[in-house]
């Protein structure tokens, strides 16, 4: 059975950086794009970033505004999300899921059929 296991969550300061990995078991998705997502308190889920299978293109969402970084290591089954210059309202969880694309990329969590379970990340201020 595949699954998606995010890591690197946690507690930071604002202004401060983390690294979250996403590896996928069961079954290489180096042939599909990746995508991140978060999930506020009370609020829909919203995308973050995506890479293609080749890595080019990105996408990234307004608000991540050259803070965060996606990368992936298809040898590993691994996708990244390098994220500085924390913000409070930073702060959800974040989801890694698998697209049903290859080379396009996709901000529509319909695009997506295979989802992490996330792992929480709280910015302090």
């Known amino acids: 059975q595949v699954q998606l296991v995010e890591s690197g969550g946690g507690l930071v300061q604002a202004g401060g950086s983390l690294r979250l990995s996403c590896e996928a078991s069961?079954?290489?998705?180096?042939?599909?794009?990746m995508g991140w997502f978060r999930q506020a308190p009370g609020k829909e889920r919203e995308f973050v970033a995506t890479m293609s299978w080749s890595g080019s293109p990105t996408y990234y969402a307004d608000f991540v505004k050259g803070r965060f970084t996606i990368s992936r290591d298809n040898a590993k089954n691994t996708v990244f999300l390098q994220r500085n210059s924390l913000k409070p309202e930073d702060t959800a969880v974040y989801y890694c899921a698998k697209s049903r694309l290859k080379v396009a990329v996709s901000s529509q969590t319909a695009d997506y059929d295979l989802w992490g379970q996330g792992t929480q990340v709280t910015v302090s201020s």
């Open positions: 069961g079954r290489t998705f180096g042939t599909y794009a």
